[in-house]
């Protein structure tokens, strides 16, 4: 039986150098990917703080927990933190800095300096952020929508704008990274098509962070300097036009809800098959489909603004092309429901969060399918069938696939294993918080309650109750991994190089991996995922 | 001499790279990529200039017709040249000439220089003249009808912010090509290692390219129209 | 570790000034035809000369035509994006007017 301070003896990269200059000087891509677990868990608590501060608000209808002017403000700093500061750098910057050389093969990515700076660069970020925050808040919403931002606002618009634009910065290096490693890092014999999925779909939203992001920056950078010198090309009291800066906005901002699921797309990819013992149905479709949502993400933008004054012609346009952009989703669903059809399944941990992603992802985007539509968009824009449809596919997906990822190469990273019975306990609460949060909100928002109101009608009260209800159970199945996983780190039962049976490069080398990842250069001659062919005996955890 | 060479080479070969031809390409690949967000940074502008121009293209004549012809086309010769001297700087590395490339990156330094000083000029005429947005913005066309002042004053932000973000650029080039030197000088860059050179390059040429699109955007919209 | 020869080959220095007088040369005419009114088609003209110029300096000065076909398909995407952004946008503003015109 392992006691509980069991050291690993040999060289890893945990404990290849201690102190702290080599945590923060450090190059190599699997202390970075800690650095930023660290980072990113503190913003996912504060942002949850806003939300606990919403949620608390709008228990009783005439919100008077906060004022008005500050209800703005939690709603707007939610959603920046939240957006900004979580989603968007989760799985790429912590699984996908870990684990994308180990699947290719590579001793590190393309650049590693580049991969601290990206790092060095969100902090910087985070701290303007917070910053503008503390002393004071902004109240534009993470929106930002013209000329309240830029004339009427007497908040920190400009020092939140620019925590964004910095922050912005760390995504295209990242992206840049991802998409030079996976070009250029792959190991002999590790062709495109027998690349983990998770490495294709954190390939389409780095190509989506290298194309997107720079326009938000300079869009940000536009209201600053509006706000800041009077230049005005946004706002119509000097000629511009608001519909302009909402153009720009969302011409990022809707390739960002790409960035935000498709690595966690990929982390459901690389776990149902796992948990199937099946090789993914369909591959190449996945692969690709990956690649159409960052593609025809990028063409979607303006139905954000339907009811914002644009042209109906171009409201029928876009429309048109958001249906289109729920096919390669729908493919993906498809294929890994086909995946586990017939398959071996084992329900750990893992298995257990992907099942939730499938299902409320699922729903979630066919809400969207109804958003997409301009006649049923017209009322229910700006309502609360808004905010149950894109938190349904961001935390009922995204943050779901965060964790279920988190729980798959937590024995990796570690080289330790959570307790399944807590682990299996804080999934369920998270699916039943969830659910109870954020489904009366479809209903709320149908039968009219409007979002970003810090009081409502009394008539919706019941259904208020229930979401924050919901939302405390939520709180609570996010606070447990957090505690189990911290207490595995020191009386976790060790993991062995591949508890799972996984097939994968990085389940080739111990766990946790030594600095340099590969003795030697890897050749690979084996398809992706090639389960029937896996040998036998391999070491199973804990027995 | 030729085994330093391949020495300083060896010394440059990062742990992860199997040999300096993988190294040299990604490090390419990685400033193209980088280069292409760029693009798009800029590109959020050129698509503002776009919808503007569109709806107040008399407004954005009359503006054009108080641009400084000379000094834009000065600047854009300018520019050319530097990027004259940016590319047999990149020649003269592949070829090991060490003091060559130093020669031509101070050359190209000037260049930047004197872009910034005509600027600079340009600038200081337009502030002088009222075509600064804001409170204390005025304009008197030329020539032509009358056009609303804000819609002026909107082809004058875009001015100012397009090309002032351009210059910015510039001062970043002039600091990389500096550091560049300064590396070259300490002896890390040879015939078989010049990856350094290379995209500091790639960077300047971009620099010369976006001023290619901004010069005809701001300074030649027609010296005919609006007449 | 060996050290490679450098790839690439070297460019002759008449193509590099040849290339320069080009481009001074677009830049010339392309001030010279904004005396010219030719109505809609200056705009045109001069992002024709403005995108010689700039393929000029991308293919030559950036050595985008001995790069690999990545490098290629790289410089173009930021031109495809660009223009998806640049003619998205613009369907609305242009399509704005058409409905008040129905009435």
């Known amino acids: ?543 | ?227 | 570790m060996a050290a490679p020869a450098h790839t690439g080959h070297i460019g002759s220095l008449k193509l590099y000034l040849g290339i320069w007088g080009l481009l001074l040369l677009l830049t010339f005419t392309t001030v010279m035809v904004a005396f010219v009114d030719l109505g809609p088609f200056n705009i045109v003209v001069a992002l024709v000369i403005a995108t010689i110029k700039g393929s000029l300096v991308a293919l030559f000065f950036m050595h985008l035509r001995e790069s690999s076909k990545m490098t290629m398909i790289v410089a173009v995407a930021s031109l495809f994006w660009l223009f998806i952004l640049l003619s998205l946008t613009m369907t609305d503003y242009v399509s704005r007017a058409w409905s008040t015109r129905l009435h």
């Open chain 2, 1 to 227: 001499m030729a085994t330093s060479d391949i020495q300083i080479a060896e010394h440059a070969l990062q742990h992860h790279f199997a040999d300096m031809e993988q190294q040299r390409e990604t490090a390419s690949f990685g400033m193209w990529a980088f280069l292409l967000t760029e693009v798009m940074f800029f590109g959020g502008m050129f698509c503002a200039y776009l919808v503007y121009r569109a709806a107040y293209y008399q407004a954005f004549v009359q503006g054009s017709q108080r641009m400084d012809l000379l000094a834009g086309a000065v600047n854009t010769a300018v520019l050319i040249c530097s990027s004259l001297t940016m590319a047999l700087a990149v020649r003269a590395a592949k070829m090991g000439k060490s003091k060559t490339v130093v020669t031509f990156l101070l050359i190209t330094i000037l260049f930047a220089f004197a872009f910034l000083v005509i600027k600079g000029f340009e600038y200081h005429g337009h502030w002088v003249d009222h075509q600064f947005p804001g409170p204390n913005f005025h304009f008197e066309p030329l020539k032509g009808p009358a056009v609303d002042p804000l819609h002026t004053e909107i082809f004058f932000s875009l001015y100012w912010v397009m090309t002032g973000l351009h210059a910015l650029h510039v001062i970043v080039g002039i600091m990389l090509i500096t550091w560049l030197v300064t590396v070259i000088l300490r002896g890390r860059v040879s015939a078989h290692y010049y990856n350094p050179v290379d995209t500091v390059g790639l960077y300047w040429h971009f620099v010369d390219l976006v001023w290619i699109y901004l010069f005809p955007l701001f300074y030649l919209i027609s010296k005919q129209h609006g007449s």
């Open chain 1, 1 to 543: 039986m392992a006691t509980a301070v069991q050291t690993v003896e040999r060289e890893n990269y945990l404990n290849s150098n201690y102190g702290i200059k080599s945590w923060l000087l450090t190059t190599d891509h699997k202390r970075i990917a800690m650095l930023y677990l660290v980072s990113i868990t503190a913003m996912f608590w504060i942002g949850g703080f806003f939300a606990m501060m919403i949620r608390l608000n709008l228990l009783t209808p005439s919100g008077e927990l906060v004022t008005a002017d500050t209800y703005n403000k939690l709603f707007s700093m939610h959603g920046i933190i939240m957006v900004f500061f979580f989603l968007i750098p989760s799985v790429p910057a912590v699984i996908g800095n870990f684990v994308i050389p180990l699947m290719v093969g590579a001793k590190d990515l393309a650049f590693p300096r580049v991969n601290l700076l990206s790092w060095y660069v969100y902090m910087l970020g985070a701290c303007v952020e917070l910053t503008a925050m503390v002393t004071g808040g902004v109240d534009t919403g993470w929106t930002f929508y013209t000329p309240f931002s830029t004339t009427y606002s007497n908040t920190h618009v400009i020092g939140a704008a620019l925590g964004i634009f910095i922050a912005g910065f760390s995504s295209i290096l990242t992206g840049l990274n991802f998409i030079v490693t996976i070009h250029r890092m792959r190991a002999p014999g590790m062709t495109w098509r027998r690349l983990p999925l998770f490495c294709w779909s954190n390939y389409a939203a780095a190509l989506i962070m290298v194309l997107g992001t720079p326009v938000i920056a300079i869009t940000l950078l536009l209201v600053a300097v509006e706000r800041g010198l009077g230049i005005g090309i946004f706002n119509p009291q000097l000629g511009g036009d608001p519909l302009l800066f909402q153009h720009l906005f969302w011409f990022y901002s809707h390739p960002a809800v790409y960035i935000m699921i498709l690595p966690g797309m990929g982390v459901i990819s690389e776990i149902v098959t796992c948990f199937s013992r099946k090789r993914v149905f369909g591959y190449e479709f996945v692969a690709l489909a990956s690649i159409a949502i960052a593609v025809l993400g990028f063409l979607v933008w303006a139905h954000h603004m339907f009811v914002a004054g644009i042209s109906v012609y171009a409201a029928l346009v876009f429309s048109m092309l958001s249906y289109l952009v729920a096919i390669p989703s729908a493919v993906k669903v498809f294929n890994w429901t086909a995946t586990m059809y017939k398959g071996s399944i084992r329900y750990d941990t893992p298995m257990l969060y992907a099942f939730g992603f499938i299902g409320l992802f699922t729903m979630g985007g066919l809400t969207g399918i109804f958003l997409a539509t301009l006649g049923i968009d017209v009322h229910v824009h700006d309502t609360y069938f808004v905010v149950a449809h894109f938190h349904y596919v961001m935390v009922g997906g995204m943050v779901m696939a965060y964790m279920a990822g988190l729980h798959f190469w937590w024995p990796k990273i570690t080289g330790r294993m959570y307790p399944e019975g807590w682990a299996k306990l804080s999934a369920l609460l998270v699916f039943v918080g969830f659910n109870t949060t954020f489904f009366p909100q479809f209903v709320l928002g149908y039968m009219g309650m409007p979002r970003r109101y810090h009081a409502y009608p009394p008539e919706f009260q019941v259904l208020n109750v229930l979401s924050t209800a919901g939302a405390s159970i939520l709180a609570v199945g996010y606070v447990l991994p957090m505690i189990y996983f911290l207490w595995s780190l020191r009386y976790g039962e060790p993991a062995p190089p591949n508890p799972w049976n996984a097939v994968g490069l990085e389940w080739m080398t111990p766990s946790p991996p030594p600095t340099h990842n590969f003795d030697e250069t890897p050749v690979v001659t084996w398809e992706a995922y090639d389960y029937e062919h896996q040998p036998q005996e391999e070491v199973t955890v804990g027995h």
